[in-house]
C-alpha cells in the first residue's frame, strides 16, 4: 500500500489512513474471517434446539456432553471410570474427559456463574466447535506469517476460512467433538515449535552457555523452546494419539540436523530447542499418564517415553557432531553414521524387543500407512475410511494443495539453495507431507491437512510476490510474471468459493441428524423403564448416581437390578447420555462383537447366547432391552441401511449370508451398460436374524403366504437374477448379479406365482432365483420369538420404501426423471406402488423388552396346528399389528406356548415396582383357533375349527405371576351356508373359505391384512440429489 502514498501529499488525511491501514490491514482482515467463520459455523444452530431441548450432531459430542458435565460437578477433575456404558463391566476411555471437556466446563461455570443449568451446560457445549474453529485462523496467521510476512498470514488465514473439508465439518455448531480442538492445539504447537527452532538458529545457544550459567543468553531460546513444549503437552493432553507430532519432531530432528551440519553449522543449536521442547512435553505427560502401560489411546508410559527419547536422540546429535569436529572427520560420514546408527537400532528393536518393535511399526501404519487396508469391522466405520483418490482435495481445498506440494519443493531446495538456513521450513514441510499420508490413511484426519496446507499455499504466493518485487527493483517486470501471480492466486482462491460444495454449501447443511429419529425413544425409555438397579424391584438405584464418582476397575460389580441396553455400537451415547440407561455396546466399540452376535443371530437361543456372553459370571446384571432403528434393519447401506455392518465384526459369517446385490442395467439408444447401483435380494439368514425378526415382525411369526402388515393377494414372488462377470475400472475381474431377462430382453427381476408350489418349481430348475427377499417376504417360515415384546415405538417415522427396499425406489426415481435413459431393475413401477415391498410400519427406532413371557397350556384337536394371535397398538405411530405364534398339539391334543405380549392388567405394576410402563397396548384378547375345515353335504357348506380367547396379564408376562394360562379349544361355526337358498348365511367373522374339504394355510387366516397394510397410493420419493450417481461399468453386458 506505500505506492499509494506517491498520489497523495505527506500531510493529507488520506495518507493517515493509508498509512494506518498499511500497519493494520491484516489485523482487519483476520478480524473479519474470523467473523465470517464463527458465521459459517453457527448458522444453523437453530436446528439444534428441538421442543426446548439441546440436541447435537454425530455420536462422540454427546459424550463429551457426559464428561463437559461431570467436570461441571467436580471441578477440575474429569471422569476416571464410567459404569454407565459398556455393560457389564463399564470402561474407561482416554480420548474423552481431557484438556477440552476442561476447557468448555470452565466456560460453562464461568458463564453460570459457579453454578451453570443442564441446558446452559448444553448451550456452552453446542456452540463450542463454533469458537475452537474459528479461533484456529489466529495461529494459522502467524503461521503463514512465519512464511512470508504478514502478507503471508492473511493468505494463510483466507485459504483456513474458505476450506470446506473436515476441519470445517467437525468445527461447525453441535459438532462438539475433540478432532477440532486437537486441530487448534497442533497449530498452536507447531507455531510454537517453529518459532522455537528459528530463534534458537538466530540466537545460536551451545553447551558452553549452561556451564557459564549465561541466563540471559539463554533466556529466548529456551523460553520460546519451554513454549514450544507446553503447546506440545497440551495437544497430548487434549488427545493422546498426539504423539504423532512427537514422532514427526524426531523425524525433524534426525534431517534437520545433519542438513545443518553438511551446511558447515553447527546442530547444536536447534537440538537444545528441540530437547528443551521434548523435555517439557515428556514432564507434562508424565504427570497427567492415566495408563502405566505402551498406549497410543490413552496418555500412558508411551508418550513420556518417546518425548524423553527425543531428549535424548536431539542432545546425542548435538554431542555427535562435536565429536566430529574433534576428531576431524569427514563431514559427509556424520549423516552416514546417523542414518545408519538408526538403521542398527531399529534392527536390535526387532530382534530384541519384537513385540515392542512391531507394535509401534503397526501404530506408524495405523496413522500413516497410506495404503494399508483397514480390518472388515474397521471398513464399517466412515472416518477411519482411506482416502483413495484426490478427488475430496480439490472439493475441499481447490488448488490449494496442489499449490502446497510445490511449497514442500520450495522448503526442501532451501536447505541446499539458500544462504540463510531456516530451519522451519523443512518443520513445515514434513509437517504437510505426514499429514498427507494421515489423510489418505484415514480420511477423517484431513481436519488436520487444513492448516498445513493453507501455511504452505502462504509460502508459495509470497515467495512468488517475492520474485516479483525483485524483479520490479531490476525493472524487469514482465507482464506474464504478473499473469503468473494471479492465476496462483485466483487457482487458489476461486475454486473454493464456486466448486460444489462450497464451505457456505456444506455448513448449509448442518443439523442434529439421527439422533432427532431417538430422541423420542430414549425421552420414553428414561421416564417408562425402572431405574437402573431397580429393574425388579432390587431396590437399588441410588447406587449409581449418573454423574458419580467410580473407582477404575476392569470389571464393574453391578448391584442387583441393574440392566444393559442392546443396540449397535453407533447409539450407546445416545442411551447413556438421553435415555440414561446403560448400552452393551457404544461408539468406542467396546462389546460391539457381542451386539453383532444379538443382531443377526438366528434364533432366540443364539440370541441368548450373545447376551449370556455380556452377563459371563453376572447373576443379577441382565440385558433387558433392545432398540432397533430402520437403518440396523435395511440392508443397502448406499441409503444409510447398516445391516450390513455386524457380520463384518464376525469371522464366521460375511455379507453375503444374508443378502446378495443385484445391480441394476443402465440403456441407452446406442449402448446397455451395468450400473454399480444395486438393490438388495435379502436370504432366507436375514428374515431370522434379530434384528429383522424385531424391526420387521415384532416378533411375530411370518411366511410367504402371511407377511405381517402387507398382502400379497395370495400370490407367491420369485426373485431372478443372473451372474455375469465384470471387468472394474482397477481391471478386477468379478461377478456381478443383475436381473433375469424376458424374451425381449427386458429385465425382469420379479415373477409372480399362484401357490407355493409352482414358485419352488421355478426356483429348483433356475438355479439363481429365489422365492422372498424382497421387502418383509421371507423365503420360508420365520417362527414367532417368545421371549421378546415391542413396547414403545419412536414419533418420527421413515419413509416406508427408505426402510425396507430403497434401492428399488432409487431405480423408478431415476426412470421418472430421465426419459433419456433407462435404468432397470426388473421390478415394475406398479409392484412398488402396491407397496408389497415397502415397510408399514416405518418407526424410525423401535424399543423391545426382553421377557420371560407368559405360560399357556392348551387342549384341542390332537396332532393340529394352533394359532395364537392378538391385535396390539402403537399410539405413537398411530397404527396396529398382529402378533402371532403356532404351536403344535400332541397325541394326546395338549400344546404349550410363551406369549410375550400382555392384553390386560398393564397398571399392575409399575416403574417403580420395577417394571416397564408398555406404550404398546393389546387393543383385545388373545384368539387361538386351529386351521379351519369345510364340511359339505348335498344340502349345506359348513366351515368349522376349534378356538378359544384368553387374556394374558402384564405380571404373567413379567414373571410376578406364575400362574398359567389355560386355553381349552372347542369347535365354532365360523360360516355355513344353505344350498337350498339364494341367501347365504355367515358368521360375526364373515369369513371365506376354501372349496370341499381342503384345509387352509397353518395361521388359519386369510392372507389378506387391510386393516394392516395401510399404504400411500403412491411412495414419496427420495430426492435426486441424495440418491448416488450410477456408474456405467467398463465392460457391456
Same mark, same amino acid.
Request: glycine share 8%; aromatic share 12%.
Given at each position: 500500500?506505500?505506492?499509494?502514498?506517491?498520489?497523495?501529499?505527506?500531510?493529507?488525511?488520506?495518507?493517515?489512513?493509508?498509512?494506518?491501514?498499511?500497519?493494520?490491514?491484516?489485523?482487519?482482515?483476520?478480524?473479519?474471517?474470523?467473523?465470517?467463520?464463527?458465521?459459517?459455523?453457527?448458522?444453523?444452530?437453530?436446528?439444534?434446539?428441538?421442543?426446548?431441548?439441546?440436541?447435537?450432531?454425530?455420536?462422540?459430542?454427546?459424550?463429551?456432553?457426559?464428561?463437559?458435565?461431570?467436570?461441571?460437578?467436580?471441578?477440575?477433575?474429569?471422569?476416571?471410570?464410567?459404569?454407565?456404558?459398556?455393560?457389564?463391566?463399564?470402561?474407561?476411555?482416554?480420548?474423552?474427559?481431557?484438556?477440552?471437556?476442561?476447557?468448555?466446563?470452565?466456560?460453562?461455570?464461568?458463564?453460570?456463574?459457579?453454578?451453570?443449568?443442564?441446558?446452559?451446560?448444553?448451550?456452552?457445549?453446542?456452540?463450542?466447535?463454533?469458537?475452537?474453529?474459528?479461533?484456529?485462523?489466529?495461529?494459522?496467521?502467524?503461521?503463514?506469517?512465519?512464511?512470508?510476512?504478514?502478507?503471508?498470514?492473511?493468505?494463510?488465514?483466507?485459504?483456513?476460512?474458505?476450506? &470446506? $473439508?473436515? @476441519?470445517?465439518?467437525? =468445527?461447525?455448531?453441535? *459438532?462438539?467433538?475433540?478432532? +477440532?480442538?486437537?486441530? %487448534?492445539? /497442533?497449530?498452536?504447537?507447531?507455531?510454537?515449535?517453529?518459532?522455537?527452532?528459528?530463534?534458537?538458529?538466530?540466537?545460536?545457544?551451545?553447551?558452553?552457555?549452561?556451564?557459564?550459567?549465561?541466563?540471559?543468553?539463554?533466556?529466548?531460546?529456551?523460553?520460546?523452546?519451554?513454549?514450544?513444549?507446553?503447546?506440545?503437552?497440551?495437544?497430548?493432553?487434549?488427545?493422546?494419539?498426539?504423539?504423532?507430532?512427537?514422532?514427526?519432531?524426531?523425524?525433524?530432528?534426525?534431517?534437520?540436523?545433519?542438513?545443518?551440519?553438511?551446511?558447515?553449522?553447527?546442530?547444536?543449536?536447534?537440538?537444545?530447542?528441540?530437547?528443551?521442547?521434548?523435555?517439557? &512435553? $515428556?514432564? @507434562?505427560?508424565?504427570? =497427567?499418564?492415566?495408563? *502405566?502401560?505402551?498406549?497410543? +489411546?490413552?496418555?500412558? %508410559?508411551? /508418550?513420556?517415553?518417546?518425548?524423553?527419547?527425543?531428549?535424548?536422540?536431539?542432545?546425542?546429535?548435538?554431542?555427535?557432531?562435536?565429536?566430529?569436529?574433534?576428531?576431524?572427520?569427514?563431514?559427509?560420514?556424520?549423516?552416514?553414521?546417523?542414518?545408519?546408527?538408526?538403521?542398527?537400532?531399529?534392527?536390535?528393536?526387532?530382534?530384541?524387543?519384537?513385540?515392542?518393535?512391531?507394535?509401534?511399526?503397526?501404530?506408524?501404519?495405523?496413522?500413516?500407512?497410506?495404503?494399508?487396508?483397514?480390518?472388515?469391522?474397521?471398513?464399517?466405520?466412515?472416518?477411519?475410511?482411506?482416502?483413495?483418490?484426490?478427488?475430496?482435495?480439490?472439493?475441499?481445498?481447490?488448488?490449494?494443495?496442489?499449490?502446497?506440494?510445490?511449497?514442500?519443493?520450495?522448503?526442501?531446495?532451501?536447505?541446499?539453495?539458500?544462504?540463510?538456513?531456516?530451519?522451519?521450513?523443512?518443520?513445515?514441510?514434513?509437517?504437510?507431507?505426514?499429514?498427507?499420508?494421515?489423510?489418505?490413511?484415514?480420511?477423517?484426519?484431513?481436519?488436520?491437512?487444513?492448516?498445513?496446507?493453507?501455511?504452505?499455499?502462504?509460502?508459495?504466493?509470497?515467495?512468488?510476490?517475492?520474485?516479483?518485487?525483485?524483479?520490479?527493483?531490476?525493472?524487469?517486470?514482465?507482464?506474464?510474471?504478473?499473469?503468473?501471480?494471479?492465476?496462483?492466486?485466483?487457482?487458489?482462491?476461486?475454486?473454493?468459493?464456486?466448486?460444489?460444495?462450497?464451505?457456505?454449501?456444506?455448513?448449509?447443511?448442518?443439523?442434529?441428524?439421527?439422533?432427532?429419529?431417538?430422541?423420542?425413544?430414549?425421552?420414553?425409555?428414561?421416564?417408562?423403564?425402572?431405574?437402573?438397579?431397580?429393574?425388579?424391584?432390587?431396590?437399588?438405584?441410588?447406587?449409581?448416581?449418573?454423574?458419580?464418582?467410580?473407582?477404575?476397575?476392569?470389571?464393574?460389580?453391578?448391584?442387583?437390578?441393574?440392566?444393559?441396553?442392546?443396540?449397535?455400537?453407533?447409539?450407546?451415547?445416545?442411551?447413556?447420555?438421553?435415555?440414561?440407561?446403560?448400552?452393551?455396546?457404544?461408539?468406542?466399540?467396546?462389546?460391539?462383537?457381542?451386539?453383532?452376535?444379538?443382531?443377526?443371530?438366528?434364533?432366540?437361543?443364539?440370541?441368548?447366547?450373545?447376551?449370556?456372553?455380556?452377563?459371563?459370571?453376572?447373576?443379577?446384571?441382565?440385558?433387558?432391552?433392545?432398540?432397533?432403528?430402520?437403518?440396523?434393519?435395511?440392508?443397502?447401506?448406499?441409503?444409510?441401511?447398516?445391516?450390513?455392518?455386524?457380520?463384518?465384526?464376525?469371522?464366521?459369517?460375511?455379507?453375503?449370508?444374508?443378502?446378495?446385490?443385484?445391480?441394476?442395467?443402465?440403456?441407452?439408444?446406442?449402448?446397455?451398460?451395468?450400473?454399480?447401483?444395486?438393490?438388495?435380494?435379502?436370504?432366507?439368514?436375514?428374515?431370522?436374524?434379530?434384528?429383522?425378526?424385531?424391526?420387521?415382525?415384532?416378533?411375530?411369526?411370518?411366511?410367504?403366504?402371511?407377511?405381517?402388515?402387507?398382502?400379497?393377494?395370495?400370490?407367491?414372488?420369485?426373485?431372478?437374477?443372473?451372474?455375469?462377470?465384470?471387468?472394474?475400472?482397477?481391471?478386477?475381474?468379478?461377478?456381478?448379479?443383475?436381473?433375469?431377462?424376458?424374451?425381449?430382453?427386458?429385465?425382469?427381476?420379479?415373477?409372480?406365482?399362484?401357490?407355493?408350489?409352482?414358485?419352488?418349481?421355478?426356483?429348483?430348475?433356475?438355479?439363481?432365483?429365489?422365492?422372498?427377499?424382497?421387502?418383509?417376504?421371507?423365503?420360508?417360515?420365520?417362527?414367532?420369538?417368545?421371549?421378546?415384546?415391542?413396547?414403545?415405538?419412536?414419533?418420527?417415522?421413515?419413509?416406508?420404501?427408505?426402510?425396507?427396499?430403497?434401492?428399488?425406489?432409487?431405480?423408478?426415481?431415476?426412470?421418472?426423471?430421465?426419459?433419456?435413459?433407462?435404468?432397470?431393475?426388473?421390478?415394475?413401477?406398479?409392484?412398488?406402488?402396491?407397496?408389497?415391498?415397502?415397510?408399514?410400519?416405518?418407526?424410525?427406532?423401535?424399543?423391545?423388552?426382553?421377557?420371560?413371557?407368559?405360560?399357556?397350556?392348551?387342549?384341542?384337536?390332537?396332532?393340529?396346528?394352533?394359532?395364537?394371535?392378538?391385535?396390539?397398538?402403537?399410539?405413537?405411530?398411530?397404527?396396529?399389528?398382529?402378533?402371532?405364534?403356532?404351536?403344535?398339539?400332541?397325541?394326546?391334543?395338549?400344546?404349550?406356548?410363551?406369549?410375550?405380549?400382555?392384553?390386560?392388567?398393564?397398571?399392575?405394576?409399575?416403574?417403580?415396582?420395577?417394571?416397564?410402563?408398555?406404550?404398546?397396548?393389546?387393543?383385545?384378547?388373545?384368539?387361538?383357533?386351529?386351521?379351519?375345515?369345510?364340511?359339505?353335504?348335498?344340502?349345506?357348506?359348513?366351515?368349522?375349527?376349534?378356538?378359544?380367547?384368553?387374556?394374558?396379564?402384564?405380571?404373567?408376562?413379567?414373571?410376578?405371576?406364575?400362574?398359567?394360562?389355560?386355553?381349552?379349544?372347542?369347535?365354532?361355526?365360523?360360516?355355513?351356508?344353505?344350498?337350498?337358498?339364494?341367501?347365504?348365511?355367515?358368521?360375526?367373522?364373515?369369513?371365506?373359505?376354501?372349496?370341499?374339504?381342503?384345509?387352509?394355510?397353518?395361521?388359519?387366516?386369510?392372507?389378506?391384512?387391510?386393516?394392516?397394510?395401510?399404504?400411500?397410493?403412491?411412495?414419496?420419493?427420495?430426492?435426486?440429489?441424495?440418491?448416488?450417481?450410477?456408474?456405467?461399468?467398463?465392460?457391456?453386458?
Amino acid at each position: 500500500m506505500s505506492g499509494l502514498n506517491d498520489y497523495v501529499s505527506d500531510d493529507s488525511p488520506v495518507n493517515d489512513v493509508i498509512e494506518w491501514l498499511s500497519a493494520w490491514y491484516h489485523v482487519l482482515i483476520v478480524a473479519g474471517l474470523f467473523g465470517f467463520m464463527v458465521w459459517l459455523r453457527a448458522r444453523t444452530w437453530g436446528r439444534f434446539l428441538v421442543d426446548g431441548k439441546v440436541l447435537f450432531s454425530g455420536n462422540d459430542p454427546w459424550y463429551h456432553l457426559r464428561q463437559i458435565s461431570y467436570t461441571v460437578s467436580h471441578w477440575p477433575s474429569t471422569m476416571p471410570f464410567d459404569p454407565w456404558t459398556e455393560f457389564p463391566t463399564g470402561t474407561f476411555v482416554g480420548q474423552f474427559g481431557t484438556f477440552m471437556d476442561q476447557l468448555v466446563a470452565t466456560a460453562a461455570l464461568v458463564i453460570g456463574l459457579g453454578s451453570p443449568s443442564d441446558e446452559l451446560v448444553r448451550l456452552v457445549a453446542l456452540f463450542s466447535p463454533v469458537v475452537f474453529g474459528a479461533a484456529i485462523v489466529v495461529p494459522t496467521y502467524y503461521l503463514g506469517k512465519r512464511m512470508g510476512g504478514r502478507l503471508g498470514g492473511v493468505i494463510a488465514a483466507l485459504v483456513l476460512a474458505l476450506s &470446506a $473439508g473436515e @476441519l470445517l465439518q467437525r =468445527s461447525l455448531v453441535g *459438532f462438539a467433538d475433540h478432532q +477440532v480442538v486437537e486441530a %487448534l492445539f /497442533q497449530a498452536l504447537a507447531v507455531l510454537g515449535i517453529l518459532i522455537a527452532v528459528r530463534v534458537a538458529q538466530e540466537e545460536k545457544p551451545v553447551y558452553e552457555l549452561f556451564v557459564d550459567r549465561d541466563w540471559a543468553a539463554l533466556r529466548r531460546p529456551l523460553g520460546w523452546a519451554t513454549l514450544a513444549g507446553a503447546g506440545l503437552g497440551l495437544y497430548l493432553w487434549t488427545w493422546p494419539p498426539a504423539i504423532l507430532l512427537i514422532g514427526i519432531l524426531g523425524v525433524y530432528v534426525t534431517i534437520q540436523l545433519p542438513v545443518a551440519y553438511l551446511r558447515g553449522e553447527s546442530p547444536e543449536h536447534v537440538g537444545i530447542a528441540t530437547a528443551t521442547i521434548f523435555s517439557v &512435553a $515428556g514432564v @507434562l505427560s508424565l504427570v =497427567s499418564i492415566t495408563s *502405566f502401560d505402551l498406549n497410543m +489411546v490413552q496418555l500412558s %508410559l508411551a /508418550q513420556p517415553a518417546l518425548a524423553f527419547a527425543g531428549v535424548a536422540w536431539s542432545l546425542g546429535l548435538a554431542w555427535l557432531a562435536r565429536e566430529w569436529d574433534r576428531r576431524h572427520l569427514a563431514s559427509w560420514q556424520y549423516p552416514a553414521t546417523v542414518f545408519g546408527g538408526l538403521v542398527v537400532g531399529a534392527v536390535l528393536l526387532a530382534v530384541l524387543l519384537p513385540d515392542l518393535f512391531w507394535y509401534f511399526f503397526d501404530q506408524l501404519l495405523r496413522f500413516v500407512g497410506f495404503t494399508v487396508n483397514p480390518t472388515a469391522s474397521a471398513s464399517t466405520v466412515g472416518e477411519v475410511q482411506p482416502l483413495t483418490t484426490i478427488d475430496p482435495l480439490w472439493q475441499w481445498f481447490g488448488a490449494a494443495p496442489f499449490v502446497a506440494v510445490a511449497g514442500v519443493g520450495i522448503a526442501i531446495a532451501h536447505q541446499y539453495l539458500s544462504d540463510e538456513l531456516k530451519p522451519e521450513l523443512l518443520f513445515v514441510a514434513l509437517w504437510f507431507v505426514f499429514m498427507v499420508a494421515a489423510t489418505f490413511t484415514q480420511q477423517r484426519f484431513a481436519y488436520y491437512l487444513t492448516v498445513p496446507t493453507a501455511t504452505l499455499t502462504a509460502l508459495v504466493v509470497t515467495w512468488l510476490f517475492g520474485y516479483l518485487r525483485s524483479a520490479a527493483d531490476s525493472s524487469d517486470l514482465e507482464t506474464y510474471q504478473v499473469l503468473t501471480i494471479l492465476s496462483v492466486v485466483v487457482a487458489v482462491v476461486l475454486p473454493m468459493v464456486v466448486v460444489y460444495p462450497t464451505a457456505i454449501d456444506v455448513s448449509g447443511q448442518n443439523g442434529p441428524g439421527g439422533v432427532s429419529g431417538w430422541e423420542s425413544s430414549l425421552e420414553w425409555m428414561s421416564e417408562n423403564t425402572p431405574a437402573v438397579g431397580n429393574y425388579g424391584g432390587a431396590g437399588n438405584a441410588e447406587d449409581l448416581d449418573f454423574y458419580g464418582t467410580y473407582e477404575r476397575t476392569d470389571d464393574y460389580e453391578y448391584p442387583d437390578g441393574a440392566y444393559g441396553v442392546m443396540s449397535w455400537w453407533d447409539y450407546g451415547h445416545w442411551i447413556t447420555q438421553e435415555g440414561e440407561r446403560i448400552p452393551v455396546a457404544n461408539p468406542f466399540q467396546g462389546n460391539a462383537d457381542k451386539a453383532a452376535r444379538f443382531l443377526i443371530a438366528q434364533n432366540e437361543s443364539e440370541a441368548a447366547g450373545a447376551l449370556d456372553v455380556v452377563s459371563e459370571n453376572e447373576t443379577d446384571a441382565q440385558t433387558r432391552y433392545a432398540m432397533i432403528d430402520w437403518k440396523m434393519a435395511t440392508a443397502n447401506g448406499a441409503f444409510g441401511g447398516k445391516y450390513f455392518a455386524p457380520p463384518n465384526f464376525l469371522d464366521t459369517v460375511s455379507e453375503s449370508t444374508y443378502y446378495r446385490k443385484v445391480r441394476g442395467l443402465v440403456s441407452t439408444e446406442e449402448q446397455s451398460s451395468i450400473t454399480s447401483q444395486y438393490y438388495t435380494v435379502q436370504k432366507q439368514a436375514y428374515y431370522e436374524s434379530m434384528s429383522a425378526r424385531l424391526y420387521r415382525y415384532h416378533g411375530s411369526a411370518a411366511s410367504p403366504e402371511n407377511v405381517p402388515g402387507v398382502s400379497t393377494q395370495g400370490r407367491i414372488p420369485v426373485v431372478d437374477w443372473e451372474e455375469t462377470p465384470v471387468t472394474l475400472s482397477d481391471g478386477t475381474e468379478t461377478t456381478w448379479n443383475v436381473p433375469a431377462r424376458n424374451e425381449n430382453g427386458s429385465a425382469q427381476a420379479l415373477r409372480w406365482f399362484d401357490n407355493r408350489t409352482a414358485a419352488e418349481a421355478y426356483v429348483a430348475e433356475d438355479g439363481t432365483a429365489q422365492i422372498g427377499g424382497l421387502g418383509k417376504i421371507p423365503a420360508e417360515e420365520v417362527p414367532a420369538l417368545e421371549h421378546y415384546r415391542l413396547v414403545h415405538v419412536s414419533n418420527q417415522s421413515q419413509n416406508s420404501f427408505t426402510a425396507s427396499q430403497p434401492g428399488l425406489l432409487w431405480f423408478a426415481q431415476q426412470n421418472a426423471q430421465n426419459q433419456q435413459v433407462q435404468y432397470q431393475s426388473g421390478v415394475g413401477v406398479r409392484d412398488l406402488l402396491g407397496g408389497t415391498f415397502s415397510e408399514p410400519n416405518s418407526a424410525w427406532t423401535k424399543t423391545f423388552e426382553r421377557v420371560p413371557g407368559a405360560t399357556v397350556e392348551g387342549t384341542g384337536p390332537a396332532n393340529t396346528n394352533v394359532t395364537a394371535s392378538v391385535e396390539m397398538e402403537m399410539p405413537n405411530a398411530n397404527g396396529t399389528f398382529t402378533y402371532r405364534q403356532h404351536a403344535q398339539t400332541d397325541a394326546d391334543g395338549e400344546f404349550t406356548m410363551t406369549l410375550p405380549y400382555s392384553t390386560t392388567d398393564y397398571d399392575a405394576v409399575s416403574t417403580e415396582d420395577g417394571y416397564t410402563n408398555v406404550s404398546v397396548r393389546a387393543n383385545g384378547s388373545y384368539e387361538f383357533r386351529t386351521p379351519s375345515t369345510t364340511h359339505s353335504t348335498n344340502e349345506s357348506v359348513t366351515v368349522t375349527a376349534y378356538t378359544d380367547t384368553a387374556d394374558v396379564s402384564d405380571e404373567q408376562v413379567v414373571g410376578t405371576d406364575e400362574s398359567v394360562v389355560e386355553v381349552n379349544l372347542t369347535e365354532s361355526v365360523l360360516f355355513e351356508q344353505d344350498l337350498n337358498s339364494s341367501d347365504d348365511s355367515t358368521n360375526e367373522t364373515g369369513e371365506n373359505t376354501t372349496d370341499g374339504t381342503e384345509t387352509s394355510d397353518t395361521d388359519g387366516g386369510s392372507t389378506g391384512e387391510t386393516d394392516e397394510n395401510t399404504t400411500e397410493s403412491l411412495a414419496p420419493a427420495i430426492a435426486v440429489g441424495d440418491a448416488p450417481i450410477a456408474r456405467a461399468a467398463p465392460t457391456g453386458y
